[in-house]
């Protein structure tokens, strides 16, 4: 009140000292001292609105001891929230279902593979269109939507259930599941002993022409290459090269091929698409063949969330042990701590999503070289 009472004394001195005060008549005094005072007030208050409509800070760090009601009773309000994300739907709606059955809030899901979120999310934020709450895709795609700033950092009491490893050091982002490279085979053609216990035992001639790659991996060139040393990596791939490995773009055709036994095995196969059709009586199974590697996959909140609160609620859900069961019981590794699963209970090495981006141009050239030119 004081600040309003400050403001209204500032506007009378100026208008007293307006050159044309004294040529009007009181009733336009009036009007002018009126608009006036509102023209100052908005310009005074616009620092504030332009910073509530491009940042939710306060909202996102809040921690008082109320946040639950707090973050639920404003969410209610908003009463929706829209999510991009790479979960397959058989994944994404059982999880958007119970968020919805739980807090009564509905959630609007746009799918796609994670360059496709990538690049909705920055073609959007181009054409100043702020539609997107919360992005959940691969560590990667995250690392470059935090390097444009798209992302705010936000706080979830569940973020002390993560592995500290995981959790980039910006904090713009948080790990929600994992993705390993494992190797996947034919259940009806092959049995898990046959498999050797490292990747240099699929150099053997008796594996040629049994072999699949995803057309994108060369993320798992690089992890690879780093894990085995450069010498010894290098000479892995090129023979690998050498054996024609059938290429197939999209990690999921690469394990419906290999259940349906038109690639006997595949090696950069995502342990939790395995999972998933194995769960569904499908004729693949899969191991954790030194090196495995894993890959953060993240959640994060938008700076311009149309509905920041409820955006945060579907964050502290999708963290909760509640939603990471979930996750495990659909076969995709959950990141929290507390879940006891066989889905990641291996050796394999973690790989830096930041580092894979920064690399990202020398190991795609190279992996085009050995097994995308003809």
């Avoid at 992890?223 to 054996?243: D, I, P, T």
């Avoid at 939790?272 to 769960?279: D, E, G, P, T």
């Avoid at 409820?310 to 659909?330: G, K, R, T």
Wanted: hydrophobic residues 45%; glycine residues 6%.
């Amino acid at each position: 009140m004081l600040k309003v009472q400050t403001y209204m004394s500032e506007i009378a001195v100026r208008c007293f000292n307006c050159p044309v005060w004294g040529r009007i008549g009181p009733p336009m005094r009036t009007l002018f001292f009126f608009l006036s005072c509102l023209l100052f007030l908005d310009a005074s208050l616009l620092p504030l609105q332009a910073q509530t409509s491009s940042s939710h800070e306060q909202i996102f760090q809040y921690k008082a001891a109320d946040r639950s009601a707090w973050v639920l009773e404003r969410a209610k309000k908003e009463g929706s929230l829209t999510l991009y994300t790479s979960l397959a739907p058989t994944e994404a709606t059982p999880l958007t279902k119970e968020f919805e059955r739980k807090f009564g809030i509905r959630v609007e899901v746009w799918r796609g593979l994670s360059e496709g979120v990538l690049q909705r999310v920055l073609n959007e934020a181009r054409a100043k269109r702020f539609s997107v709450d919360v992005v959940e895709t691969n560590g990667p795609e995250m690392e470059i939507l935090a390097k444009e700033r798209m992302f705010a950092e936000f706080y979830s009491p569940h973020q002390a259930d993560l592995p500290l490893a995981m959790i980039p050091k910006h904090r713009l982002w948080m790990p929600d599941r994992l993705n390993f490279f494992v190797v996947a085979f034919n259940t009806q053609k092959l049995k898990r002993e046959d498999l050797p216990t490292h990747l240099e035992g699929f150099l053997n001639p008796k594996w040629k022409d049994k072999l699949g790659l995803e057309a994108t991996d060369a993320e798992w060139m690089g992890g690879v290459m780093n894990a085995l040393g450069e010498h010894r990596g290098s000479v892995f791939f090129k023979k690998l090269s050498e054996m024609k490995p059938d290429v197939r773009k999209g990690h999921i055709l690469l394990a419906q091929m290999i259940a349906s036994g038109e690639i006997q095995v595949g090696l950069t196969v995502y342990n939790a698409n395995a999972q998933s059709l194995k769960q569904r009586g499908a004729a693949i199974d899969w191991l954790p063949i030194e090196p495995t590697l894993a890959r953060p996959q993240g959640v994060a909140l938008m700076k311009n969330a149309p509905h920041p609160y409820s955006a945060l609620l579907f964050a502290d859900f999708l963290l909760s042990p509640e939603a990471q069961q979930l996750l495990n019981n659909m076969g995709r590794p959950p990141a929290s701590k507390l879940i006891k699963t066989d889905l990641n209970n291996f050796n394999y090495v973690l790989t830096d999503p930041a580092l894979v981006v920064e690399e990202s141009d020398k190991w795609v050239q190279q992996w085009a070289k050995l097994f995308l030119v003809k």
